[in-house]
């Protein structure tokens, strides 16, 4: 049987270019039909496609919750909190320290390391801050770094000066002088033991404290003693007041370091770098 066909006329408005389609007359008669079929095929291939993006998506999830599974299990939670707890507790003893000694707080926001590390490594990486961290804050308390004084106005270094009493010729002058005003709080540079509190001849009033390491701090002219020989004494301690006494020229606190009973230059530990 041939099959039938319409005819259906596409005419251009300005009369040129006219066009005569020809149709099956089936399509046209049950086009609804053929336009259903189109759009259930349309929507199989939409519902396929879902179903693979969804369960594709499920199967990524899935890992990611086992992943996350793993992590957990490989972390002790409640370990790393305490030890981040302890690691915040000791950035700020160390910085009471150096504030103590007059030195600026050190900023941790960023502490370096690996820029890539393994997550469940945290455990690890909070051990190995935590240790160093403490080692930091052990060897801040037994070296005498920083001021011993609130005032930052030395007025004589370490070395050879010009005689402050006749102005003429030169001696030599084994530590630092940093004037201040008399009865200003001195404070200890680092824990150790008081080896000596008392009349120290030209230094007039003075406390001398021994470290470790060989090291030891003198105080000289103060007007006050605050400790006693043989006292245990940590950082920032107070030991004494500010004064003139002994072979001074005015209020001002002299202080040394002695090491392995050599006098050395105090400005070398004066900052901590």
Known sequence: MRNRKTSILIINTEGKGNRTLLIPTKLLL???????????V????????????????SEIYQAEIEKADKIKNLINVPKARQTFQSIDESIFRINQLLDSRGLAQMNFENMGGPENIDVIKINELADFYKEQLNDLEETLKSVPIGNPTLSDNIISKYGYRRNPFTGHGAEYHSGIDI??????????????TVEFAGWYGGYGKCVIVKHENNLKTLYGHLSEISVSESDKIESGQIIGKLGSTGRSSGPHLHYEIIKNNEKVNPNDYFNFQ
């Open 179 to 192: 004037k201040g005003e008399r009865g200003a709080s001195i404070r200890t540079t680092a824990n150790g």
């Open 42 to 57: 349309i929507l199989c291939l939409i519902t396929a496609l879902g179903f693979t993006i969804f369960h594709r998506t």
């Open 30 to 40: 049950h086009w609804k039909k053929y336009f259903a079929v189109v759009v259930l």
